[in-house]
């Protein structure tokens, strides 16, 4: 039990409510990229084109990207613990009405109010998590937070996709309504109040990257990798279906292959960020621009497909994290608000990189969108040689942790 003094909730409590925020993370992210692995079937069944399928990934995108500095700002009096139940009743019932939507102008709409909310999760989730433990535990309770994200990729998005092989993708949202409603019940029970701290205004928020130079080149480089990244990756069922060995079964597989990969370039970065951040971005953006051009090149056969999404996924889960500790280093002391941005960055590049494959696959063929994320990610690399950020520092527990 933590002392009243080191802070104010007992350590059992605390470490479930970081569980909590990770579960969130979890809904979050699987309903966001959910479509990736549903697109064939969606676009079969309200009559529409796989690239116009694609804006569901597109517009909640550009809600969460553009949305998350304005609502946290204008929530900066609002308990924490109650904004994040909110969200997750937003999302429970944006779930249930996609299952249920009769045309797929309904499903967009809902995507897009859902998006607002899982933006602002981006925002706060971490931040959240920081502040439940004691200072000293700040930067794991965030890491475990972000493992989210490997878990998503891993077991949710291939999970959808299995499910939706059983049954049909409208039963898919159904399950993951069902999910979020679970995980808002495990908020409201296990965190404790937690009043807003360190929320800041739209306008200083749009500020700092004007003065933190370092921040602003940060960001340069999320939008790029992220762009080419989710430009082919929306798109990456499409691609392999254009095989004759693609079978629904095998294509699941893949996917699961590419989250486990995830799950390992996480691991592996996060043993090397501290000894070298950049050089460790470095690393995995290479990899990333290798793994697709593998696609282009031996992705025609079983093996080839599974070295291609190993690696694919290895890179993708080094640099997901190395951004995030990049962005952290590049302000310290203004956390929440550099996350606000990193959140617009990133989502808003989501939804661009969906809506840029998407007009590529029409009107280009499906190949097409895999040179578009070789160029992308490849120009992330470029920019990050190009320049001598002060990256490679490790973030100290005190600096990653909120003020009270």
Known sequence: MATHGEHPHSTLRSWLGVSAITASLFVFLTTELMPVGLLTPISTSLRISVGIAGLMVTLYGVSAGLGVPFIVAWTRRVNRRVLLSALLAILTLGNVITAISPNYPLVLTTR????????????IGVAMSMRLVPQRHASRAAAIVMSGISVASVVGIPLGTIVEDLTDWRTTFLIWAGLSALVFLAVVTVIPSLPSANAVSVREVFGLPLKNVQLRLVLFTVVLFVLGHFGAYTFVRPYLEGNSFATPLFITVLLMVYGAGGAAGNVVAGHTVNKNLRGSFIVGCAGLVLSLLLLLTIAHGQVGSVVSLIL????????????????QTAAPDTFEAAMSLNTMAYNTSIALGALFGGLFVDHLGVTSVVWFGVALTAASLLLTLSTRQRTSRPVPDDALAPSE
């Open 112 to 123: 897009l109010l859902m998006g607002f909310a899982s933006g602002t999760f981006w925002g």
């Open 312 to 327: 694919w996924g290895l890179s993708f889960g080094a640099v997901q994290l190395c951004q995030v500790n990049m962005t």
